[in-house]
């Protein structure tokens, strides 16, 4: 394939989107890149790797604007008109025996030398087949960066709150983000702030991310936690800020992912304990849930942990949620967690 033509936005063919696009909003910002025509290329513009990294793929494309979410918003609305995605019914769901996994790592982590796990389940819905970009505008207001692909009916779209890195020149940043409470909570930034729970599982994050750092560069500085909210969901939020002249964007990706938000900790056992769980059952090794997509090109480089999406192929649409685990939980409270994050999605389509 020819190098990418950049062009505006309303010149690119909406009907090659739908068929074959990708979306790509920039952390922190509300610049968006937009493609089409994405094929498997070495050298491509857009990277993604699975969750296990058993397969990292590069995609470079025919046609890409770089726009504002503002603007994608309303050229997606524009051609869609009333026309909307919307979910049929729920076939099911995968939650009994996410209870049994979180009953499983609690004991784990009570027994054994793990000291966090992520949990994870997935419900299934039936859908009209409207292409579901034709929601983007209730993604958007979920606060985080938009994201996804797709091919031929089936893809991944999404709104990550969770970047996994982001360059600008020589400088790099990350970010902890672990630790769940509802906005609907009255007083919620206050309570998350002294809960030990939510702030032990935040600070074994951090602990995670700075030690895998350390062994690349010299120099990591901490910005103070706080609480940021994503519509019906708040996380504690730590930035991590550090200088890099010898790390890659995907040699990063390759050190960070998963970070203990994601996997567990500490990350040389978590893969065993999550291949021992019912979920891993579902997508085995090719699980997309949790893995990295992003950007990469001389002057900026970024990748979004891939949660608060949906999953879809032909007429089913999949939500996979999440939670951390750690001694002191209990099965009840995870499981209206991800119910909770589960629903911040699911209500996008009713």
Not at 74 to 87: A, L, R, S, T
């Amino acid at each position: 394939m020819s190098r990418p033509i950049n062009i505006n936005l309303s010149e690119l063919d909406f009907k090659s989107f739908l068929k074959n696009g990708c979306i790509l909003q920039k952390p922190l910002s509300s610049y968006c890149w937009v493609a089409t025509d994405l094929v498997p290329h070495p050298e491509g513009l857009f990277f993604l790797y699975d969750f296990y990294k058993t397969q990292v793929q590069s995609y470079n494309c025919k046609f890409f604007a770089k726009t504002t979410a503002k603007e994608l918003i309303q050229w997606v609305n524009d051609n869609f008109n009333d026309n909307k995605c919307q979910i049929t019914q729920r076939v099911g769901d995968f939650d009994n025996y996410f209870q049994s996994d979180v009953a499983m790592m609690i004991e784990s982590i009570a027994n054994e030398s793990i000291e966090k796990l992520v949990a994870v389940t997935m419900a299934e819905y039936e859908f009209n087949q409207i292409h579901p970009i034709s929601k983007i505008q209730g993604f958007s207001d979920l606060n985080g960066s938009l994201y996804g692909m797709w091919q031929d009916g089936h893809g991944f779209l999404g709104v990550s709150p969770e970047p996994l890195f982001m360059k600008e020149e020589k400088n790099w940043k990350t970010r902890a983000l672990a630790g769940t409470i509802g906005t609907d909570v009255k007083n919620y930034a206050n309570i998350i702030l002294n809960d030990q729970k939510e702030l032990a599982e935040h600070n074994l994050v951090i602990e995670d991310i700075c030690s895998k750092l350390s062994s690349k560069v010299e120099k990591i500085d901490l910005g103070p936690t706080l609480v940021s909210s994503f519509g019906p969901i708040a996380h504690l939020q730590t930035e991590i800020l550090f200088d890099s002249d010898d790390c890659t964007e995907l040699e990063l990706v390759d050190l960070l992912s998963p970070t203990a938000a994601l996997g567990g900790y500490p990350r040389d056992l978590v893969f065993h304990y999550l291949r021992q769980q019912n979920y891993f059952r579902i997508e085995q090794e090719k699980r997309l849930f949790g893995g990295v997509f992003g950007l990469k090109i001389p002057e900026e480089a970024f990748g979004l942990v891939a949660i608060r999406n949906i999953y879809w192929k032909e007429d089913k649409i999949f939500i996979h949620s999440g939670c951390g685990v750690v001694a002191s939980s209990n099965v009840e409270k995870e499981l209206k967690e991800i119910k909770m994050k589960r629903d911040s999605i699911e209500r996008i389509f009713r």
